[in-house]
C-alpha cells in the first residue's frame, strides 16, 4: 500500500490525491454579487449540507495553490454576507463548467454561460432558473482554515428559502431523484452523474472560453441545440478561420448537403460532433451554413 505523509508531497499533489479519493462530490453553484451590485457565478464541490434545523449548507473556495488569491466568491461572500446555492442536474453541466473559467473581475459569468439571472425573494444575488432547486442563504460565519494557497474558507450559509421546480417532483410532491438527474464532482476531468456514471469534461484552465454571449445569435437561439450544445460551443478561444471553415466543407463534400438542408438539420449535425466532443468540427458546418 502507497502511504504518504502529505508534509512532504507537494499541495497540488495532495489535493489531486484527496479529490480523486473523496467523492463523488455534489456541486455548489454559488450566485453572488459584490459591494456594487454585480453578479458573480462560479461551481465548487467542497459542497455539502450540514444540519436541518437551522436549515445549513457549507461549500468551500480554496485559495489558489498557484498564489493564494481568493476567489471572487470569497471576496463577495465576505462583504455582503448572502449567497444562493443552485444545484447542478446534468442538463446544466456543460454550462456550469464553462462558468468556471477563470474570467477577470466584472465579468458577468451568468452571460458567458449562456444561464438566465433570476431575481431572489430574500437575498440580492441572483438565482439560476435553470437550475432545478435554489437556495437563498444568509451567510452566518466564514470559517478561515488557513492561509497558503490550497487552505480552505466554510461557507457557512444559513437557507432563507427555497425553490424546486415541479418538474422534479412525484405525485406525492416529493423529489424524483431520476428526474433531477444530478451531477457531481470526482477527480481530475471526470464527473458523475446520477443516472448514468461517470463521464468527462475538460477543464477550462489554459483556454478562457469566448463564453455562450458571443455566440451568433441564431446558434443561441437554436430550437435543435441544448443548453450544455451552447456550453461546448462557448468553451473555444476562437471560432474557425472562413478559411478552415471552407476547406473542412471541401474537405467532406458538404456544399450540396448544406445549401439544400435547414438551420434544424445543420444544428442537428452540429449536435451528433459535439456529442463526439469534435467541437471545433461543430463550428465548422455551423459556420459554413451561416455563410451561406
Known sequence: MLTINPKEVTTQKLYGLMVSTVGPRPIAFASTVNKDGEPNLSPFSFFNMMSANPPVLVFSPVLKISDKASKHTLQNAEATKEVVINVVNYDIVQQMSLSSTAYAKGINEFEKAGL??????????????????QFECKVTQIVTLGEEGGAGNLVVC??????ISE???????????????????MGGNLYSRANMGIFEIPKPISA????????PEDIKSSSVL????LGKLGTVEIKPTQE???????????????????SEKIHATAQEYLKKEEVMNAWKILLAKNKK
Open 226 to 229: 441544448t443548453g450544455n450544445d
Open 116 to 133: 438566465t439571472m433570476q431575481a431572489s425573494d430574500m437575498v440580492k444575488p441572483f438565482r439560476v432558473k435553470e437550475s432545478p432547486v
Open 244 to 262: 478552415e471553415v471552407d476547406f473542412f466543407v471541401e474537405e467532406n463534400k458538404l456544399t450540396e448537403y448544406i445549401s439544400k438542408s435547414s
Open 167 to 185: 418538474d422534479i417532483l412525484d405525485e406525492n410532491q416529493k423529489i424524483d431523484q431520476h428526474k433531477l438527474d444530478l451531477v457531481s464532482r
Open 208 to 215: 478562457m472560453g469566448m463564453g455562450v454571449d458571443q455566440l
Open 158 to 163: 444559513e437557507v432563507v428559502k427555497m425553490h
